[in-house]
């Protein structure tokens, strides 16, 4: 089987793309059909691999008991996974 390159996304990060999105500011954000519900450290540990990030605030019991928060925390996108 031959192995094929993924085809990335690109975009140019223009002023009219900003000021599109600086209209959203102040919205209510609403979450719908929420997945995680539970915040939990097998469904951090596997949301992070899923979306690569290996912080070690994730992920890591002791790491996370030395930082401001204490314990471990969930990435900001899990609000919307």
Do not use: C, H
Not at 21 to 32: C, K, N, S, T, Y
Not at 43 to 60: E, K, Q
């Amino acid at each position: 089987m031959e192995e094929q390159a993924a085809q990335l996304a690109e975009a140019t990060l223009t002023d009219e793309w900003i000021t599109k999105w600086e209209d959203r500011i102040g919205l209510d954000f609403r979450v719908g059909n929420v997945f995680n519900r539970n915040a939990f450290y097998e469904a951090i540990r596997n949301f992070s691999n899923g979306i690569g990030d290996s912080n070690p605030l994730y992920r890591d019991p002791e790491y996370a008991k030395r930082t401001k928060y204490g314990a471990l925390i969930a990435p900001p996108s899990w609000v919307a996974s």
